[in-house]
């Protein structure tokens, strides 16, 4: 029965030292196909694809493990339950409030085994880095380490005054597992961080030890005895000081016959898989990098002599041994290193290392020998040429014999060969890559001028290589199969950048001949919000009629109003433009009334609206049709200020143009066409310098004299609203807006078509969701080229009567504001509001002023023609001050054509005439036009202009420039 028992103890501590040895053997790096690209040279290579096969560990999303990155907190939870299978939820656990939920479940497991606490009741430190000491600690408590647990002796390590008390024992467990070393003076660096390799190595060493391991850690707490002490009770007095024994015993060898069978090993280490692959979990957050350096990559050190063992015993004179284990330095397949090569062994007495005593206590002898033939019976190396080569084995096995009392212990191992160790480096080499950021905001919210791609270098041991250092030849060069990117890096296609929480895959290539490197790394980004430039929306509210059921209401006003502000908030700011037969009549005061208490309420502004004064009146029409007009609204809404008999005369502005009447005072023009030398006598008259004209089609239609001008906010040309002023001296004061924004692609028609606006009734359509007009407004809201834009907007000029009547537009326009995208920030202004936003960024000129924006056709059909805005159709659309660009390309075409090219820059401009009918066309046509000629001739000056202007806006498609 005694020999039953004795072999039993055997069998498990050689199981254990076996499994403990495997993994106490540091791998050396080899040159060889890795599962990371950056652990070539960490000496924990070997355990990283490993625990990578097994789904233990995962690396980034450049192909890096980052083996000498700090590892956080909640990383290393996640690695630790996954490795010892702790995965099962404790929902009676309060989570942390800062843990990711990626790692919510692995904390969650092992805040409810008691195995970690945190940081606190509601931190757990996730992002901090994850310390030594508290690496020992949560194993420890694995092993059945609890508060109470004291151990009498302590780590041998030299700073084991720097542990913290309640890590005192836990780190005294894991050195007699072998399982934590020091660095080369056999310091601990208990506080200091734990690295992602160091942490990786530890936890494969506890995966091969298996149950194993746990049973040893158990029995070595049992054995504390008397030796430990509890939180109530004192601690023992410490042991012996220790005897010193060599790694290799001057002992005789003679053999002796086996007395028992060889043991198995309880726990062997698994084969290592084919290919390793790194699982999908998603990427935690690298925890901080501190900038010192840390301790060395961990060593095996010397043997530290074992104490004697403090147990009594009735037979003094007996060597009491229940135990060996071979050591086995690590063998390196370099052939200058095998004459001093030397196998040894530990002998250990229920879990305690012991030292071989005198012979004249007892004779102890060894014997080594392998399959193979490589050693002698002493651990030599006899045989060089049998060693295998790399990542081979030797089965090794040894005997013991004590003498008195008589056993005989065996011990076997597998010493794994190592590839030869390559040279070591210049730190500056580089050997991996990565960027510095992961992310890439989405087109609408990227300034392409400040974004770069930020590029982090590593030399060989995963160290980042300062810029200062980097090879004066280097060569990068992106390889991106989507076209966003150029060769160096630089935004090449801003519009091509994908929808948010895309993935955009690239590679680098990285060349420098004086350091003999080139490689390609994968790389990618992911496209994030960013933060977006305001969008505005000018909405001028027309008030007309005289009679009764053609008049605008308050009822009419105050809904008109409240839907606005019931969807975008009660900061809206409108234009209420009001035309002469509506100010002319009394019975309309309460209206005018309600808009001069929205005016001091909001805000808001008053307006002159007019629809086709070009067409309708000459120059002297004009102007006395404007002074009743200011002499009327000052009649009807500010009768306090009514002087008979003023009408014409400026005293009539002058009376309103005060601190306490200036705000009543009309502050733009809003019709459907605009006369430069009307808008200039309002200017000249009214100090009115906003002007808001009709939509930018370029060619005059369905009696819309007049329509066309650029889709950007200007100051206008001084003979001519459509053209953008080409400097001071033709600059007319006056800032010309659309009124409604269009759909380009729906606009191409040049007779008997629907408009395509955002207004309710365009296109014409049969259905009131009001489709067509937020598949116009989502276009100019995610349009990529808004961060280059000076001022992104939309406008609409509505008739509020007109919507009441009828049911089937005010159900639209009711749809559209009600749908409007919530996830915008949309700011509501009035006419001179969104011309004060515009001369706030541009100043008093168009030197700065650029518009660009890619459209794509609704594929929605208007009812009453064959025009329509085919889905299959995409416009890229971009001015400046100088000129105007369109271009358009079909799905499936190879390249862009060039269908407009309009010359603000050419001189003389036209002066618009008067008094023409409304169907006689006026608009600025210059040569290539997208709805007159749009294969018009291009000058290889124009030409130039387009590619740069395209260069401009970072568009770098292919375009067909015939």
Known sequence: MKCEKKLKQIRQYIAAILAVWLFCIHTVPVFADRAFNDIEHSYAADAIEAMAAQGYVTGYQDGSFRPVHFISRQEWASIFAKTLKRTSVNKSVAPFSDVSPWALPYVQTLQAENITKGISDQLFGAKHNMTRQDMAVWYARYFGVTEDTRASDKSSFVDQSDVSDYAQTSVWLMERLELIEGDMNHYFHPKESVRRQDATLVAYRIWLGGDGLRERAERLLESLGSGAATLNQPASPPESKKIVVDLAPEISHQR??????????????????????????????????????????????????????????????DFLVDEVVIKAPELVNQPETYPSYQLSFDLYNKGHLVSIPAVSVTSVTYTFSDALGVFDEHGKIAHSENIPAADGYIPVEMEVIIAKPHQVLKAQTKLIVKGKTPPVEEPS???????????????????????????????????????????????????????????????????????????????????????????????????????????????????????????????????????????????????????????????????????????????????????????????????????????????????????????????????????????????????????????????????????????????????????????????SHKDNPIVPAQGLTNNSGIVFMNSITIDPIGSR????????????????????????????????????????????????????????????????????????????????????????????????????????????????????????????????????????????????????????????????????????????????????????????????????????????????EEVNYQ
């Open 429 to 715: 080499v580089i050997r991996s890559v990565y960027l510095a950021t992961y992310s890439i905001s989405q087109a609408a919210t990227l300034d392409p001028d400040a974004w770069s791609m930020p590029y982090v270098f590593q030399n060989a041991k995963g160290e980042v290589i300062p810029s200062g250092l980097l090879p004066s030849d280097l060569k990068l060069r992106i390889e991106d199969s989507r076209g966003i990117f150029d060769e160096d890096g630089h935004i090449a296609n801003l519009h091509l950048i994908p929808a948010l929480n895309s993935v955009i895959p690239f590679k680098i290539e990285v060349e420098s001949p004086s350091q003999g490197i080139h490689f390609i790394s994968d790389a990618e980004l992911t496209v994030v919000p960013g933060a977006r430039k305001k969008q505005y929306f000018a909405i001028s509210m027309m008030l007309q009629g005289k009679d009764a059921g053609s008049t605008t209401t308050i009822e009419q006003i105050e809904q008109s109003r409240q839907l606005l502000m019931d969807h975008f908030g009660p900061n809206v700011k409108v234009t209420w433009a009001m035309e002469n037969r509506f100010i002319f009549v009394e019975s309309n005061r309460p209206q005018l009334k309600k808009v001069l208490e929205y005016v001091d309420q909001y805000g808001d502004e008053v307006g002159i609206l007019d629809g086709y004064p070009n067409n309708l009146f000459g120059l002297p029409e004009w102007e006395a049709q404007m002074n009743e007009w200011l002499y009327m609204y000052r009649y009807n809404a500010l009768n306090e200020l009514h002087q008979s008999g003023s009408l014409g005369s400026p005293s009539v502005f002058e009376s309103m143009d005060t601190d306490q009447y200036r705000k009543y005072l009309p502050k733009s023009l809003t019709g459907f066409t605009v006369n430069p030398e009307q808008a200039q006598w309002l200017k000249d008259h009214f100090k009115i310098t906003s002007a808001m004209g009709w939509s930018a089609t370029q060619y005059n239609v369905n009696n819309m004299y007049g329509e066309g001008s650029p889709l950007m906010p200007y100051w």
């Open 749 to 956: 028609y040049t007779k008997d078509s629907s408009r395509w606006t955002l207004h309710p009734g365009d296109p014409y359509v049969t259905e009131t969701d009001a489709a067509p007009q937020l598949y116009i407004a989502q276009q100019y809201l995610d349009n990529p080229y808004q961060r280059l834009n000076t001022v992104n907007y939309m406008s609409v000029i509505l008739d509020v009567n007109w919507l009441a009547k009828n049911h089937n537009m005010s159900q639209i326009w009711e749809n559209f504001v009600n749908h409007f995208p919530v996830d915008r920030e949309v700011e509501i202004v009035g006419v001179d509001g969104l011309k004060q936003i515009y001369e706030s960024v541009a100043g008093l000129s168009n030197d700065h002023t650029e518009f660009s924006l890619m459209f794509r056709g609704s594929g929605f059909k208007a009812v009453m023609d064959s025009n329509n805005s085919p889905a299959n159709l995409r416009y890229l659309w971009t001015e400046n001050a100088s000129q105007r660009i369109i271009l358009s390309k079909e799905d499936g075409d190879a390249a862009w054509s060039i269908i407009d090219f309009t010359d603000y820059t050419r001189s003389p401009v036209p002066k618009m005439a008067y008094n023409l009918d409304r169907n006689t066309d006026v608009s600025y046509v210059t040569g290539r036009n997208f709805k007159l000629h749009p294969t018009a001739p291009l000058t290889a000056d124009e030409i130039q202009r387009v590619k740069d202007r395209l260069k401009e806006i970072y568009f770098a």
């Open 256 to 317: 002796a016959n086996p007395e028992i069978e060889e043991p198995k090993s309880h726990s062997p280490r698994p084969d290592p898989p084919v290919s390793p692959v790194t699982p999908t979990e998603p990427n935690p957050e690298p925890p901080v990098v501190r900038p010192d350096p840390g301790p060395k990559p961990p060593v095996t050190p010397p043997v530290t002599p074992p104490e004697p063992s403090d147990h009594s015993s009735d037979h003094s004179s």
